[in-house]
């Protein structure tokens, strides 16, 4: 059992990466996409995977952060885990336009 356990986990962390971030950097937000759900202009699984860029404001721990998001994201808690973060590489194709969160 403990061979087949750690043989599993070494397949598992193959593919981990610690994640870090610095406050002022830029990233993306992970937004789940819902069955007929009109998020960000598109519907369902057209619905963008991540929205954003937002810039990091600070680091509450040593998993979470807070974003300064836009006033149109005012109704969603601004903390999030560092696993529903991707770093913003610079492309201006990136950049969405949220017109509101229904």
Do not use: C, W
């Amino acid at each position: 059992m403990k061979a087949a356990k750690d043989r599993q986990a070494s397949y598992a962390n193959k593919r981990r990466r610690p994640l870090e971030f610095q406050a002022g950097d830029l990233v993306f937000l992970k937004v789940s996409p819902f069955r007929s759900v009109m998020r960000f202009g598109h519907k369902g699984k057209l619905a963008p995977r991540y929205v954003g860029p937002y810039e990091i404001v600070e680091r509450i721990g040593p998993l979470a952060y807070r974003l300064l998001l836009p006033p149109e994201l005012s109704s969603i808690h601004d903390v999030f885990h560092v696993f529903m973060l991707r770093k913003y590489e610079t492309d201006p194709s990136h950049v969405l336009r949220i017109t509101r969160l229904s």
